[in-house]
């Protein structure tokens, strides 16, 4: 079954550590994206990219970093210069061409900074 | 920027509508509608192009208007698997490939 994938569900981190949000896509897909999820926000994005070797950041990209080395990977960073990393995170995909083509979401990982 | 949803949040008894309003500030190509569960990961309702076009759900309908930048999520009969936060995302420029969301409408539909 093709689809995303992203682990661990749950993450538990002390303050000032680096962590690394792994997102795995067998779609085909070119074009990547990660959200951050708090409660009453809506989803914002942090970064994306189109295509291996190139991203771009989004509107809340401070404190994070990612890497784009296969078409099916987009690992997040989420870095100690990140001041409050407690979140849900979204990792989705998309196929590029034309904006008639659906974002598909992973199931997500709820990192606790603690 | 943001579009802007309302209401915030509805509660609804089985078989009753609702109309969830998405509303930008900004020109717009598409607008994106999904749905999510407590926990889970948005899914995907429906899209809504410039120019009529559309793609979605059989059951799940929408319009939207250009000239307002709007978009309007209609449920009709609702039913208790219909509870759940909807977002609307919207793409101001063809090749873009970048969605803006909302911050949600909670529904809650109860028996």
């Known amino acids: 079954d093709g689809g995303i994938t992203q682990s661990p569900k749950y993450l538990f981190r002390k303050e000032g550590q680096n962590v690394t949000l792994s997102c795995e896509q067998n779609l085909n897909h070119d074009a990547m994206y990660w959200y951050r999820q708090d409660p009453g926000q809506g989803l914002r994005l942090i970064y994306y990219s189109q295509i291996v070797n190139d991203f771009q950041k989004g509107d809340i990209a401070e404190g994070y970093s990612v890497s784009r080395e296969k078409k099916e990977s987009f690992p997040l960073t989420v870095t100690s210069a990140q001041k409050n990393p407690t979140a849900f995170y979204l990792c989705?995909?998309?196929?590029?061409?034309?904006?008639?083509?659906?974002?598909?979401f992973g199931p997500g990982t709820r990192l606790t900074v603690l | 920027q943001q579009p802007v949803q309302s209401p915030q949040a509805v509660i609804l008894r089985e078989g009753e509508d609702a109309v969830i309003n998405c509303s930008s500030s900004?020109?717009?190509?598409?607008v994106h509608w999904y749905r999510q569960k407590h926990g889970e990961a948005p899914v995907f309702l429906m899209i809504?192009?410039?120019?009529?076009e559309q793609k979605g759900h059989e059951k799940i309908s929408a319009s939207f208007n250009e000239k307002k930048q709007q978009s309007s999520l209609y449920l009709t009969a609702s039913q208790l698997s219909y509870s759940g936060t909807y977002f609307c995302?919207?793409?101001?420029?063809?090749?873009?490939?970048?969605?803006?969301f909302g911050k949600g409408t909670k529904l809650s539909v109860i028996p």
């Open positions: 809504l192009l410039k120019g009529g």
């Open positions: 995302g919207t793409d101001s420029g063809a090749g873009s490939y970048q969605l803006t």
């Open positions: 900004k020109a717009l190509y598409s």
């Open positions: 989705a995909s998309r196929l590029a061409g034309g904006t008639y083509n659906e974002q598909f």
